[in-house]
C-alpha cells in the first residue's frame, strides 16, 4: 500500500516562501507522475503543478514563475518551493502519484498540509 505524507506547511506573511515536501513509503520511481493539488475553503480541489517521472513540469497558470516543483528519487521525495506568496495561495495543499499498470491508472493521494498566507 503507497502513503503519501506532506509536510512543510505552516503560516507565512505575504511575499514569502515555503517549501512542502511529499514522502513516499516506497520508491518514486515507479510513479509515471507525481503532483500537488490545492483546494481552498468552499472551492473545488485544483492542480498546481505535476512532475512526470521524466521531469517533465507543468503548473497552473496562478502559480507559473513563484512555485517550482520537483522530486529526488534517491529521498523517495517530491516537493513544491512556493516562493512570492500571496493570501489567495491559502489552501490544504495535496500530494498526488498516478501509476499505470497495463494502462490502467491508480491514484494514490497524501492527507494534506495547510498552507495559510496573511496578508
Known amino acids: 500500500q503507497v502513503q503519501l505524507v506532506e509536510s512543510g506547511g505552516g503560516l507565512v506573511q505575504a511575499g514569502g516562501s515555503l517549501r512542502l515536501s511529499c514522502a513516499a513509503s516506497g520508491s518514486i520511481s515507479s510513479f509515471n507522475a507525481m503532483g500537488w493539488y490545492r483546494q481552498a475553503p468552499g472551492k473545488e480541489r485544483e492542480l498546481v503543478a505535476t512532475?512526470?517521472?521524466?521531469?517533465?513540469?507543468n503548473y497552473a497558470d496562478s502559480v507559473k514563475g513563484r512555485f517550482t516543483i520537483s522530486r529526488d528519487n534517491a529521498k523517495n521525495t517530491m516537493y513544491l518551493q512556493m516562493d512570492s506568496l500571496k493570501p489567495e495561495d491559502t489552501a490544504v495543499y495535496y500530494c498526488k502519484a498516478d501509476r499505470y499498470i497495463l494502462t490502467l491508472p491508480y491514484y494514490f493521494w497524501g492527507r494534506g498540509t495547510q498552507v495559510t498566507v496573511s496578508s
Open positions: 512532475i512526470t517521472s521524466g521531469g517533465t513540469t
